[in-house]
């Protein structure tokens, strides 16, 4: 066994034609060394390494770079890499990085898990740094505040919250809250709200450090058939058409991911967009169209008369496309004071009856790995954007 401070890889067996070792804990940058250990065994060409997953709670960036360096070292000796037991997460990672290309048990060769572009051995990440201002703003008295709000009953509460933000940050701040469906220009504010797909934008156009993220608030999609449809697979819905709510929506973006990862290709598929969920469950149900993609928390809300015509054929279980405050970069002098202020509300009675008018639990930082695939979620799939 071999250990560091937070992984540890245990060999299951070995001989001269298998090698099991068992990898558990997290693979980040400090795991270098103990990776450096399988690269340095010597494996008899064509053999065969099972690497299991079972108790990897997480790999970040720096980690998966880490372990492609002794994936590409075996491929070079032709020794054949299995993998068992990975999580969803790690699952998507490594299919949207491009590492599953060194796995025989899960082979590149289907296009509806092929990465989007690349044929580089580099997997390619996009990290969303801290920036720091150019140049101080004119009025930095006043910061423009944009919400985009979940429902109705929030609506109080922001304003509250807003009324906390300028205490603590002794500015001035405008607030204005969006309605659902309605577009508006968010860059122009010095801190957005945004939901995961307004959140990509702002990160990948505009530069916005995502600053915190609601505890325990993530969207995840339902896919959904009429209930008098022939049973069968969501891989035999070959050229199905699908109604959901937006194509400027993290719900379409997480739908065709689910149908290339359960084996349908997404881009053989045809979408129809009503503007919200009910009129595509409706649109569903009229017989208009195949496949729903519908807000999994939405789905399970429904009334069970609502729901009987339905069956649910697949959800996703990704847990990290969130909605997140994010703060422009001619701010960022603000970061670390904001992130200070949102994590500490929850040991405050009074800051957490703020949370409580929110709906939330609390705030925490966003992981840079779950930033990392949103934004690459966000690349591959996201056809058509509207300016943010």
């Not at 804990?25 to 065969?48: M, N, W, Y």
């Not at 990440?125 to 979940?150: G, M």
């Not at 969006?178 to 220009?185: L, S, V």
């Not at 797909?197 to 450090?209: N, P, R, S, V």
Request: proline share 4%; with cysteine.
């Amino acid at each position: 066994m071999v250990q560091a401070p937070n992984l540890t890889i245990a060999t299951v067996h070995s001989d001269d034609t298998l090698h099991e070792f068992k990898l558990s804990g997290q693979i980040d940058v400090t795991a270098a060394p103990v990776i450096d250990t399988l690269a340095s065994r010597k494996l008899a060409a064509a053999s065969r390494v099972i690497l299991d997953f079972a108790d990897i709670d997480r790999i970040n960036s720096m980690g998966l770079a880490q372990l492609m360096r002794v994936l590409e070292q075996w491929r070079g000796q032709a020794i054949r890499i299995e993998v068992r037991n990975l999580n969803r997460v790690v699952s998507m990672l490594f299919k949207m990085t491009g590492l599953n290309r060194y796995f025989s048990d899960t082979p590149e060769a289907s296009d509806a898990v092929k990465p989007a572009a690349s044929n580089d051995n580099a997997a390619k990440l996009r990290s969303v740094k801290r920036i720091r201002p150019v140049a101080e703003p004119v009025n930095s008295n006043r910061l423009d505040f944009s919400v985009s709000l979940q429902n109705s009953q929030q609506l109080a509460g922001w304003y509250v919250f807003n009324t906390f933000l300028q205490r603590h940050l002794e500015k001035a701040i405008h607030l204005d809250v969006k309605q659902p469906g309605i577009n508006q220009p968010l860059h122009q504010n010095a801190l957005v709200f945004a939901k995961p797909f307004d959140a990509c934008i702002l990160m990948a156009k505009h530069q916005f450090i995502p600053i915190a993220k609601p505890l325990d608030e993530t969207d995840e999609v339902s896919i959904v058939v009429r209930n008098d449809m022939p049973p069968k697979s969501i891989a035999e819905f070959l050229a199905a058409s699908v109604v959901t709510a937006s194509a400027t929506d993290f719900i379409y973006v997480l739908g065709q991911f689910l149908c290339d990862e359960c084996g349908l290709a997404s881009t053989g598929l045809s979408y129809t967009f009503t503007g919200n969920d009910i009129k595509a469950l409706q649109t569903l149900l009229k017989g208009q169209a195949d496949l729903l993609f519908m807000t999994k928390r939405n789905y399970h809300q429904l009334s069970r008369l609502s729901r009987e015509g339905t069956r649910l054929l697949e959800e996703s279980e990704t847990a990290m496309a969130y909605p997140m405050l994010l703060l422009s970069p001619s701010y960022a002098s603000l970061q670390n004071t904001l992130a200070d202020t949102l994590l500490a509300m929850q040991d405050d009675d009074k800051s957490r009856q703020i949370l409580g008018d929110l709906g939330l639990a609390g705030w925490c930082l966003p992981e840079q790995t779950e930033l990392d695939m949103l934004l690459m979620l966000y690349n591959r799939y996201a056809k058509a954007s509207v300016a943010v």
